[in-house]
C-alpha cells in the first residue's frame, strides 16, 4: 500500500503543481517579507493578502525526529519521521532518504536538501536526503 | 464590582477504570455523572449548564434528561475539561446558568460506541504530515523531543526518571492501572515505539470518564462535600500540526495558559503545593514545568530526575500516577483535575499535606492547545 495521497486545495495547487516540476514551492508576504508554510493565501504574520509564491532551496537541515518502530503498511521497516527546518526560514515534516534510519546517522542539523517522490498523477512528495556537499 | 466566587461541588470518577466494555461511550459520560449526582445530592432537574467533549452536550444533556440552558462543546482535546471549567466560571460569574455538569466518557480501550477520527486528505494535516507516516500521538507528539534534548542536554535516562518517579505515585492509589515500582533501566529496556520513547514512557490505553459539578460560592453550604474553588483559568491554542509549533522546546499554549491561570489565581509559584501537568508522554511534565516557570528550561528534566515532583519533594506532581500510570483514555485533563480536586478536598489515595492550592495544567492535541486550572481550598 502506498503512503496516504494528499489532496490538493485551492490554497495549495500551487505547492503539488511545484512539486510536479521538482520544485519546492514557499510563499513570502509582499508587505512584510515574511515566509511561511504550509500554503496559504494570506501572511499568517501580519493578515497581507498579497503574498507571492517562489521557489526555495531544497535546502535545510535536521530540527528533530522519532524512529517509528511500529509497522506502518507505506513503509519497509522502522523509519524515521522528521521535521526539517527550511533554509528560507518554514519547517516541515519529511522523511529522511538514501540514509540509515537509525540515530547514528540521522544527527540533528545535518545539511539535508529536497527530492521529490511520484505519488500519483498529480502528486509529488517533498523528501529530503542528506546534502550532496558543500553546504552544511 | 466584584464578581461572585465559583467551586466545584462534585467530582467522581467512572465507578470502574481501565476495561469496561460493557459501557459504551456515552453511557461512560453518564456513569461518571450519576457518580457526580451522588457526589452532592442533586439529579439532572438541578442542572442548567452542560460542557462535554469527546461526545455532543446535546447528546449528553438527552441521554441525562438534562434541560440546560447554557452548553459548551469545546473539542480541542483532551484540556477540553480545564477550558469547559474556565468557561463555566464565566457563565456563572454572570448569571447564565447557575449549576454546571462537565462530563468526560472515552472507551479509548474497548473502542465501545466511540466515533473514529480520521483526517481528510484534503486537510493540512492530510497533504503535509499524513503522508509522511505519523500513527497518532506516539509519532507526532513525540517528534520536538530530540530537539529539546540536543539544546538542553536531556538525557535518556532522565526522560525515562518522567515514568519511574510517576510510578511511585501510582504505586499509593489502589485505583491506578499499573502499580509496581520501575527503574530507569526497566523504562529503558522497555520496547521502543517511536525512539527515542519506549513503551514506558508512552500513556496507557483505557476506558474511564468523570465528571465535575460547579456552582456559586454563595451555595457551596448545601453540598455535603468540601468545596474546591475555581481561583483561576487560562487557555490558549497553537496549531494542529506539530510540525508547526513555534519553538520544538516550549508549548506557546501552555505558557499562555499557565500563567495566565496562576496570574488570575494570584498565586505566585512558592504558593503551589500541588500540581498535575497533562502527561500523555514521559517529555509532557518536563514541558510544562518549564513553561509553567517553577524551573528553567534547562533544569526541568533534572528537577524531576532529583526527585523534587516525587514522593517527599517539594513539588508533588502528578499524585494519581498520571496518564504514564494511573489511567489515560486518550482525552485525559478530567482525570487530571479530579486528582487536583481529590488534593483540595484532602481524600486522595496519595494526600499532600496540608493542600490549599493546586494548579492543573492541560494539552489538547500534540501540543495543540491547553487549559489550565488552579483549584483552592479557601476562596480567592
Redesign the interface.
Known amino acids: 500500500m502506498s ?7 485551492p490554497e ?1 495547487a500551487h505547492f503539488w503543481e511545484g512539486t510536479r516540476q521538482g520544485e519546492l514551492r514557499l510563499q513570502r508576504c509582499d508587505d512584510c517579507s515574511h515566509v511561511y ?2 500554503p496559504r493565501p494570506f501572511c499568517p504574520s501580519c493578515s497581507s493578502r498579497s503574498v507571492t509564491v517562489f521557489t526555495a532551496s531544497g535546502r535545510g537541515v535536521l ?8 509497522p ?1 503498511p ?2 519497509e521497516g ?2 524515521a ?3 526539517v527546518d527550511l533554509e528560507e526560514g518554514p ?5 529522511i532518504v538514501e540514509c540509515d534510519q537509525t ?1 547514528q546517522a540521522l544527527q ?2 545535518m545539511a539535508l536538501e529536497v527530492t521529490f517522490e511520484t ?1 500519483s498523477d498529480e502528486i509529488a ?1 517533498p523528501l529530503f536526503r542528506p546534502a550532496s556537499g558543500g553546504d552544511s | 464590582m466584584s464578581l461572585p466566587q465559583v467551586a466545584v461541588v462534585g467530582a467522581a470518577e467512572t465507578t470502574e477504570l481501565g476495561r469496561i466494555p460493557g459501557m459504551s461511550q456515552l453511557q461512560l459520560h453518564a456513569d461518571a455523572a450519576l457518580n457526580a449526582f451522588a457526589d452532592t445530592g442533586l439529579t439532572a432537574k438541578d442542572i442548567d449548564g452542560v460542557a462535554t467533549a469527546g461526545e455532543s452536550p446535546t447528546g449528553v444533556a438527552h441521554y441525562l434528561g438534562i434541560t440546560p440552558s447554557w452548553v459548551d462543546g469545546t473539542s480541542v482535546g483532551g484540556c477540553s475539561f480545564m477550558i469547559h471549567v474556565r468557561h463555566a466560571l464565566a457563565a456563572l460569574q454572570t448569571g447564565q446558568c447557575t449549576t454546571v455538569l462537565i462530563t468526560h466518557g472515552e472507551s479509548g480501550r474497548s473502542g465501545v460506541g466511540r466515533g473514529r477520527r480520521g483526517g ?3 486537510s ?1 494535516q ?10 497518532g500521538p ?3 507528539f ?6 529539546f534534548m ?1 539544546e538542553y542536554g536531556m538525557t535518556h535516562e532522565q526522560l525515562a526518571m518522567v515514568s519511574v518517579v510517576q510510578r511511585q505515585w501510582a504505586a499509593q492509589n489502589p485505583r491506578a492501572s499499573f502499580r509496581d515500582p520501575i527503574s530507569v533501566e526497566d523504562v529503558l529496556n522497555s ?7 519506549h513503551l514506558l514512557e508512552c500513556c496507557l490505553v483505557t476506558d474511564g470518564g468523570g465528571a465535575l459539578i460547579l456552582t456559586t460560592a454563595d451555595r457551596v453550604k448545601d453540598f455535603p462535600q468540601k468545596p474546591a474553588y475555581i481561583l483561576g483559568t487560562g487557555e490558549s491554542v497553537e496549531t494542529p ?1 506539530v ?2 509549533m513555534e519553538d ?1 522546546c516550549s508549548s506557546r499554549a501552555f505558557s499562555i495558559a499557565g500563567p495566565r491561570a496562576m496570574a488570575d489565581a494570584g498565586v505566585s509559584h512558592g504558593d503551589v503545593d500541588h500540581l498535575m501537568i497533562y502527561d500523555a508522554f514521559a517529555h509532557l511534565p518536563i514541558y510544562g514545568l518549564a513553561d509553567l516557570g517553577f524551573c528553567e528550561r534547562g533544569d526541568a528534566a533534572a528537577f524531576i530526575a532529583e526527585g523534587n515532583t516525587a514522593p517527599g519533594g517539594k513539588l508533588p506532581t502528578n499524585t494519581n500516577g498520571g496518564g504514564l500510570s494511573y489511567m489515560h483514555s486518550g482525552m485525559y485533563g478530567m482525570y487530571a483535575m479530579q486528582e487536583s480536586v481529590r488534593q483540595i478536598r484532602g481524600i486522595a489515595p496519595a494526600q499532600v499535606d496540608d493542600c490549599e492550592v493546586s494548579v492543573c495544567l492541560g494539552v489538547g492535541g500534540m501540543f495543540a492547545a491547553s487549559g489550565c486550572v488552579v483549584f483552592g481550598r479557601e476562596p480567592r
Open positions: 503512503r496516504p495521497i494528499p489532496a490538493p486545495t495549495t508554510f504550509p530540527a528533530s525526529y522519532v524512529i517509528n518502530e511500529r506502518h507505506a513503509f522502522p523509519y519521521i522528521a521535521l519547517r516541515m515534516m519529511s522523511n540515530p540533528l542539523d505519488l512528495l | 481528510a486528505a484534503a493540512l492530510g497533504q503535509f504530515e499524513a503522508p509522511y507516516g505519523p500513527m506516539p509519532t507526532s513525540t517528534l520536538p523531543v530530540l530537539r540536543k520496547r521502543m515505539i517511536a525512539y527515542p520513547f500540526m510540525s508547526q520544538l
